[in-house]
């Protein structure tokens, strides 16, 4: 199947700060990226859908001021926690969809740690 | 609306004992695509099979095997011989096509030996 990275892994930032955790398909153009979040002991839920070049639709509840997430092209999606706080820390993890089947492709995750 | 339920929030077993991972359900589309991933300590999901909602063929692949049944809803998954490699939390998962995967809560498995 297809690749797709996730950068960095790991992160720990301090309570206030932003960071940023980026999506890359490295073997074919993604034309959606999704962006999923994952709570310890739980399951992975929705955050947002993004389409290259256009808007991310987010999820119910889910605060598109917090989140900022960029498409810009169809290897490179980027989601930005701004004003992070110990509640986000969570563990972040993108798929890319695209290519004839219209398969989906999950990146192995970025673990975000607020302290 | 689209609903993934995994009944089952444990299981454990013995080594070589087989198990079988319930997943259930639903959607309104008729077309529409069917996942098992196995996410293991280190966080990433492993991808185990697609079946999309034509497809009702059971499918085998060495010790893991898929029973859908469209009657029912249902997409199981059984694990024969387990090992203890096997131990891991299961998502089953669920699509239209071009969509977000909806997932199941998900059944962590324990295999001791």
């Known amino acids: 199947g297809a690749v797709v990275s996730q950068h960095p892994s790991r992160v720990i930032c301090k309570s206030g700060t932003s960071v940023k955790i980026e999506c890359r398909s490295l073997?074919?153009?993604?034309?959606?990226m999704f962006w999923y979040r994952q709570f310890p002991k739980q399951s992975l839920m929705l955050m947002a859908t993004s389409n290259e070049g256009s808007k991310a639709t987010y999820e119910q509840g889910v605060e598109k001021d917090k989140f900022l997430i960029n498409h810009a092209s169809l290897t490179l999606s980027t989601l930005t926690v701004t004003s992070a706080h110990p509640e986000d820390s969570s563990f972040y993890i993108c798929?890319?969809?695209?290519?004839?089947?219209?398969?989906?492709?999950f990146g192995p995750g970025t673990r975000l740690t607020v302290t | 609306a689209q609903k993934v339920t995994q009944a089952q929030t444990e299981i454990s077993v013995v080594e070589k004992e087989d198990v079988t991972l319930d997943c259930v359900y639903e959607?309104?589309?008729?077309?529409?695509?069917l996942f098992w991933y196995k996410q293991p300590p280190s966080g990433e999901l492993v991808f185990l099979i697609r079946?999309?909602?034509?497809?009702?063929q059971n499918e085998i692949s060495g010790r893991y095997s898929w029973n859908f049944q469209k009657s029912t809803s249902s997409f199981n998954f059984t694990i024969t011989a387990s090992q203890v490699v096997d131990s891991a939390v299961y998502f089953c998962?669920?699509?239209?096509?071009?969509?977000?995967?909806?997932f199941g809560k998900g059944t962590t498995l324990s295999v001791s030996s």
């Open positions: 798929s890319a969809g695209g290519g004839v089947l219209d398969e989906q492709y």
């Open positions: 079946r999309n909602s034509f497809d009702e």
């Open positions: 073997d074919f153009q993604a034309t959606t």
């Open positions: 959607t309104r589309d008729t077309t529409y695509y």
């Open positions: 998962a669920l699509s239209e096509a071009g969509t977000a995967l909806i």
